[in-house]
């Protein structure tokens, strides 16, 4: 079972996850999160996939909590994209893991770092694998979250989905012609709060 979470439960997002990730459960995988708190979702994580390996990205670890040989937290800035890539080499990603099963952005909801988060992990995402943004419709309704003229994360699933052109401070046109390849693929679902949101890419 699932350890209790706010980020699992606080949301009403446990269905959806058990969804698209129950063929997971007992393979060797690679999980990155970012904005990993007290530990409780990797935790959880950790108890539910039976062979993974959890790397947890924060910029404050605190107040992590949790320790298991499956999990592996890192404090760093995930905008910095220096310190992103002194963490896979720590991790000695591109020797031997070569690409993440699943990622998992719940981090700051401000827009730009879901976007900078977008732009420099996606590219390391197992071609069956899945790129999940927790909370993704906060910055609709949440000025501060809104930090950038870049679209919000649901207008800008809609500009893949139908092809259009757009220039993005955030993404690059390397990352967004990836996207596009994969928008038939996107799922998006309401959660149990009035602002929870989750996409599945």
């Not at 606080?10 to 690679?30: N, V």
């Not at 890539?85 to 720590?90: A, D, G, I």
């Amino acid at each position: 079972n699932y350890i209790k979470s706010e980020k699992i439960y606080g949301h009403g997002y446990t269905e959806f996850y058990e969804k698209h990730f129950s063929d997971f459960r007992d393979k060797k995988i690679s999980i990155l999160e970012i904005g990993s708190a007290y530990g409780a979702a990797a935790s959880a994580f950790a108890k539910y996939f039976s062979k993974a390996n959890i790397y947890c990205l924060d910029i404050n670890l605190t107040k992590f909590l949790y320790k298991s040989k499956k999990i592996h937290p890192f404090g760093l800035d995930v905008s910095n994209k220096k310190m992103v890539k002194k963490f896979l080499n720590k991790i000695n990603f591109f020797e031997n893991i070569k690409s993440f099963d699943i990622i998992i952005d719940d981090g700051s909801q401000i827009l730009s770092d879901q976007l900078n988060a977008i732009d420099c992990f996606f590219i390391y995402l197992n071609k069956d694998g899945y790129y999940v943004i927790e909370d993704y419709k906060f910055s609709e309704h949440i000025p501060h979250l809104k930090d950038t003229d870049d679209p919000c994360i649901a207008e800008f699933f809609q500009i893949l989905k139908k092809n259009n052109k757009k220039d993005f401070k955030f993404i690059s046109a390397e990352t967004l012609e990836n996207l596009k390849k994969n928008s038939s693929n996107i799922f998006e679902y309401k959660g149990s709060t009035k602002l929870s949101s989750i996409a599945f890419i």
